[in-house]
């Protein structure tokens, strides 16, 4: 049974230094940057959404767990121009978990929170070129609301979901 657990503060740290990694080299491909430039926004940008860290008012880091073991992150806050709508600034599953349903299985119970707190949507930005999370995000309700930068945004309606 796949449930999310808190991470601890010095988890959060330790996973935000390795996702500001990974997110530039996301950004360097699909942005065609070079691999400073890519770190340098990347940085910028977490910084831009998280001023006080992982200490910033509303933002919430859980380890996506089954039976207790860890098989992914997720980290959820405000969406950035909608006060009802839960976003998802990053999800991402073990490599070596993939396939095997957690990803499907956090965003119901994402929307169950979601739902339990009144709001009205989540929304997430995906890369354009990654085409199997876009699916899953496509099976489980999610529609595609805009296009920029090598993102798409995309939105689950909980009104109609």
């Known amino acids: 049974m796949v449930t ?3 991470m601890t503060t010095e988890e ?8 500001v990694i990974d997110f530039a080299e996301d950004l360097r491909k699909s942005r065609d940057l070079a691999r400073g430039e890519a770190l340098a926004k990347a940085d910028t940008m977490l910084r831009e959404i998280l001023p006080q860290g992982e200490r910033t008012s509303g933002h919430d880091f859980r380890w996506i767990t089954d039976e207790g073991l860890r098989v992914g992150r997720i980290w959820l806050g405000p969406s950035p121009d909608d006060d009802t709508t839960l976003y998802i600034w990053d999800i991402s599953v073990d490599d ?64 109609d979901a």
């Open 12 to 19: 959060v740290g330790t996973w935000l230094e390795h996702s």
């Open 96 to 159: 070596e978990q993939q396939g095997l349903g957690y990803g499907g299985a956090t965003l119901d119970l994402v929307a169950v929170q979601a739902r339990q707190r009144q709001l009205t949507g989540i929304a997430l930005s995906v890369f354009e070129t990654n085409a199997s999370a876009r699916q899953l995000y496509e099976r489980k309700g999610y529609v595609p609301i805009s296009s920029a930068d090598g993102h798409v945004l995309m939105r689950l309606d909980l009104k």
């Open 4 to 6: 999310l657990e808190p």
